[in-house]
């Protein structure tokens, strides 16, 4: 696996990360736990090093599942978590906060899960509007002079608060949504990051499983998959979409791939220092997505892509209205 520096913070890790959600939260019911520890172990085997998770999936239960399963191999691996959201005593979230008590209280939390020391990658998960973010990353600072924490990352975090929390404390990272069908980092986002020498993760790399050519507008989810909420997954929207779909299955026709491949592939060839952290609960598709570093797009195949893409409409909101408000632009 190649591997790839995280802007110009010196963080190396593996040109593809996985991302844990799905495993215990948001896309059904929570998989089986021993089959999610042989599925971790088994990216770390084919040279996966960054792993992704956060205090709300599940709550609690995927931080407590990354951990364990990479407990016996934390030397080889970078793990991600996220503070943020605020739990009541049951442990349901209960809206944004990251007052600095908070941040240090459950931060403790998620080392005692994670089974480690040191968190290497500490994002806020969501900019809390209640909270000044020189304080968040002040407290992040002082997490890092501890020992607690090695780097500091934000979330859907926009132009502004980047740059005042990175006067603070230098941002390692960046994670927020980017693929074919949500290109609005580009805009602003991107460019910030290279001054700064940030890194960017993006999460939904194959929006959501969408352009992997597996779901169409017949296709229906679990009662308890969140995609139920987005706009962009009503049937009528995927018909719309699938535009998009055909034009990525077409180009990875032609290059012997998964369109799966081709669409990761894309994401990669657009800066070095992009890390995506597709997510899935099958080793077979982990190959797949791994198999997307070996996928050379040319300047020609970018440029069709592009050119094609500018053409094509997407339809719907990647959020339903209340979780829209969260994002920091």
């Known amino acids: 696996m190649q591997t790839r520096e995280l802007?110009?913070?010196?963080l190396e890790v593996s040109a593809i990360g996985l991302g844990c959600m799905g495993m215990s939260f948001g896309y059904g019911p929570a998989?089986?736990?021993?089959?999610?520890?042989?599925?971790?172990?088994?990216a770390v085997e084919r040279g996966v090093t960054?792993?992704?998770?956060?205090?709300?999936?599940?709550?609690?239960?995927?931080?407590?599942?990354?951990?364990?399963?990479?407990?016996?191999v934390r030397d080889r691996v970078v793990i991600a978590t996220k503070f943020g959201f605020g739990f009541d005593a049951e442990g349901k979230p209960q809206g944004l906060d990251s007052r600095p008590e908070h941040i240090r209280k459950t931060t403790d939390e998620s080392l005692a899960r994670l089974r480690t020391d040191v968190i290497d990658l500490l994002y806020q998960h969501r900019v809390d509007p209640n909270v000044p973010i020189e304080d968040v990353a002040g407290t992040v600072r002082e997490l890092i002079q501890q020992g607690k924490v090695r780097h500091f990352g934000l979330s859907?975090?926009?132009?502004?608060?980047?740059?005042?929390?990175?006067?603070v404390q230098p941002v390692t990272a960046l994670q927020s949504e980017y693929s074919l069908w949500w290109r609005e980092p580009e805009e602003a986002i991107l460019p910030l990051l290279e001054e700064l020498g940030i890194g960017f993760v993006p999460f939904s790399p194959l929006g959501k499983?969408?352009?992997?050519?597996?779901?169409?507008?017949?296709?229906?989810?679990?009662?308890?998959?969140?995609r139920n909420t987005v706009p962009r997954f009503s049937a009528e929207n995927r018909r719309a979409n699938q535009a998009l779909v055909d034009l990525v299955a077409a180009v990875a026709t032609r290059k012997g791939r998964a369109p799966a491949q081709v669409a990761l592939a894309w994401v990669l060839a657009q800066k070095p220092w992009i890390v995506p952290i597709p997510g899935t609960t099958k080793l077979a598709r982990l190959e797949e997505n791994l198999g997307a570093a070996e996928v050379e797009l040319t300047a020609d195949d970018l440029r069709e892509i592009d050119a094609a893409a500018s053409r094509i409409e997407v339809h719907g909101a990647r959020y339903p209205e209340a979780s829209q408000r969260m994002v920091d632009r």
């Open 31 to 42: 998989k089986g736990r021993e089959e999610m520890v042989a599925v971790l172990r088994g």
């Open 7 to 10: 802007g110009r913070s010196g």
């Open 50 to 72: 960054f792993f992704d998770t956060a205090q709300v999936y599940g709550p609690f239960t995927n931080e407590d599942l990354v951990g364990e399963a990479l407990q016996p």
């Open 209 to 226: 499983g969408f352009l992997t050519g597996k779901i169409d507008e017949t296709t229906t989810f679990d009662s308890t998959d969140f």
């Open 156 to 167: 859907e975090a926009g132009v502004k608060t980047i740059r005042r929390a990175h006067a």
